[in-house]
Each structure stands twice: as structure tokens, then as C-alpha cells.
Nanobody
Framework: QVQLVESGGGLVRAGGSLTLSCAAS????????MRWYHQAPGKQRELVAS???????NYADSVKGRFTISRDNAKNTVYLQMDSLKPEDTAVYYC??????????????WGQGTQVTVSS
């Protein structure tokens, strides 16, 4: 069984920074692409950033230049460094990853989400 566990959310003032972490655990053979999504109240879940196993990154236009995604393959962990936070970044942030687990096909898994609140 595979689990993704996020941490690092919280309340921060506009202009501040937070770092989110997401660790995958279980009977993992290989973790491929890893992603961060966010979902604001009343809105659809949106892709914020992604990173391949080799380190290629992509970002939503709304976070380019402010957020940085990175990963530690040895720890099966992905990070999201969020700087210059804005009130509109307020959302639940979810980790998502493509994982090949023992005795299964590769499929994507979701974390439980972590709340980020940015006050003005």
C-alpha cells in the first residue's frame, strides 16, 4: 500500500513564505512524475507545478517566479517552496505522484491535502 503524506501548510501573511513537503511511502518500486495541485473554495483543483524524475519542472503561470518545486528521489519526497505569497494562493494543496508499487501497475496517488492560508 502506498501513501502520500503532506506537511508544511499553515497561515502566513502576504509576502511571506512556506515550504510544503510530500513524502511517499509503502511498497514503492519507482516514483515518476510528482505534482502539486491546489483547490480554493468553490473552485476546481488546478495544477500548480510538476517535476519529472530527472528534474524537469513546469509551473502554472500564476506561480512562475514565486514557487519552486524540487524533489529528493532517495527519499521519495517532493517539495514546494512558496515565496512572495498572495491572498489568492489560499487553498488546500495536494500532492500527486505517479508510482510503480510492488505487484501493481503504475498509477497516480493523492495525498490528503494541506491548508495554506495567506492573509492580506
Amino acid at each position: 500500500q502506498v501513501q502520500l503524506v503532506e506537511s508544511g501548510g499553515g497561515l502566513v501573511r502576504a509576502g511571506g513564505s512556506l515550504t510544503l513537503s510530500c513524502a511517499a511511502s509503502g511498497s514503492i518500486v519507482r516514483v515518476s512524475d510528482m505534482r502539486w495541485y491546489h483547490q480554493a473554495p468553490g473552485k476546481q483543483r488546478e495544477l500548480v507545478a510538476s517535476i519529472t524524475r530527472g528534474g524537469t519542472t513546469n509551473y502554472a503561470d500564476s506561480v512562475k517566479g514565486r514557487f519552486t518545486i524540487s524533489r529528493d528521489n532517495a527519499k521519495n519526497t517532493v517539495y514546494l517552496q512558496m515565496d512572495s505569497l498572495k491572498p489568492e494562493d489560499t487553498a488546500v494543496y495536494y500532492c500527486n505522484a505517479d508510482i510503480w508499487a510492488a505487484a501493481t501497475m503504475t498509477r497516480d496517488y493523492w495525498g490528503q491535502g494541506t491548508q495554506v492560508t495567506v492573509s492580506s
